[in-house]
Structures are given as C-alpha cells and as structure tokens.
C-alpha cells in the first residue's frame, strides 16, 4: 500500500467513522461501491479502485524486468542496461502521474470535497494506462 494510500485511510477513517464510533474495517465491508452515495463511500471506493490498478501495475512492472532480464544482447543494449532505462523511466512516470494527479488535480477541484475522488480517479486512469503500455512493449511476441 502506499504512503498516500495509508494516509489517506487514516484521515477516511477519522473524517468518516471517528463521529459514529464505527472503524474503517466495519464500515468498509457494508460499502456496496456500486450504491456509494456519500463523499466518505465514493473516496473509499475510488481508493480500492487504485489499489486494483496499482497492483495490476506492479505485477506488469515485475514481468516486464523479467522480460528485459532474458534479453541476451551487447552493451549499450544489454539486460543490464535496459533494466537500468525501464527503473529510470518509471520513477519518472511516477512522479509525473502524483504531480499531474496529487498537485493539479488537486489545484483544478480547489479542495472542495470531490478533490479526494478526482485525485484517485486520476491515479488510476493513468496506473491503468501505464499498465497497459508495459503489457504491450515488454512481452514475448
């Protein structure tokens, strides 16, 4: 889980369960996402949504490192080098998507109470996407 995801959680937790002294585990497991109708519900939603994504993610990322692994080419192509290209890349990637998603997203919804949703809505169109583009470049074909 990420530091955002768990941090997010805790202030879910405490903005939407701490006034009717239910926990967040409770309350989660009555959240039907496809009747959410509160802010607290769609941001829960929206949360585990980006977790699927980001899970599906990391998964891509790992075969697509195996993938450049069985690469038997010379340098400057070779495993080692290309392994060290896709590292560097994705780190980037990531910082692109929280700033576009985190900080612009944030700055377009002006705090109001979709900022939280739209954020995560954000993250995961653009997990999704990443996901997407590993699978089709860095696979047997």
Avoid: H
Avoid at 11 to 20: E, K, P, R, V
Avoid at 58 to 63: I, S
Avoid at 89 to 113: F, I, N
């Amino acid at each position: 889980m990420s530091r955002f995801s768990k941090r997010f959680l805790e202030i879910l937790a405490f903005a939407g369960c701490a006034s009717t002294g239910v926990t967040l585990p409770a309350a989660a497991q009555n959240i039907d996402c496809n009747q959410a109708s509160s802010t607290v519900e769609m941001n829960f939603c929206a949360d585990k949504d980006y977790q699927a994504a980001d899970k599906a993610l990391n998964a891509a990322y790992a075969t697509a490192l195996k993938y450049i692994r069985s690469r038997d080419l010379e340098k400057p192509y070779d495993a080692k080098s290309f392994e060290t290209a896709l590292k560097n890349a994705q780190r980037a990637w990531v910082s692109y998507r929280d700033a576009d998603c985190k900080d612009l997203v944030a700055q377009e919804w002006s705090g109001g109470t979709g900022t939280t949703s739209a954020i995560l809505g954000c993250m995961t169109e653009k997990t999704m996407q990443r996901t997407k583009d590993l699978k089709e470049r860095f696979t047997d074909r």
